[in-house]
């Protein structure tokens, strides 16, 4: 198991190496920190601010998305593609907005939970 250095240990290693080898690990070090920002930057331009009300995967790190951004659910893969998805929009403040290809079938699952389908033609 390998153990994790800490900021000494991994200094002192470093500067046990050959210089060439003591450039090539600024370089890098260097690229990581660049790519970083990058990184951040495109999703600060890209995905929403931390205020947003639209977040994707809230559960597992989440994905905050622009406000009021619209979200695709394909329901139905098999379906034809004109008559598959739901999307989901925060169309004003306290209001979700749902709209279908087709009608849609909801049925309440608890008071704070309900399930979504397609309705058959």
Do not use: C
Not at 88 to 96: M, T
């Amino acid at each position: 198991m390998t153990r994790v250095l800490n900021v000494d240990e991994r200094t002192a290693r470093i500067l046990r190496l050959p210089v060439w080898a003591q450039r090539e690990i600024q370089t890098l070090e260097r690229r990581v920190l660049a790519a970083e920002a990058e990184a951040e930057a495109h999703r600060a331009g890209t995905y929403g601010d931390l205020d947003t009300d639209t977040v994707a995967d809230p559960y597992g790190g989440g994905l905050n998305l622009p406000k009021g951004e619209m979200v695709e659910f394909v329901l139905d893969a098999s379906g034809p593609a004109h008559h598959r998805a739901v999307r989901a929009n925060i169309s004003k403040p306290g209001v979700l907005r749902l709209n279908a290809d087709r009608g849609l079938s909801i049925r309440p699952v608890a008071s704070n939970d309900v399930e979504i389908r397609l309705a058959n033609d």
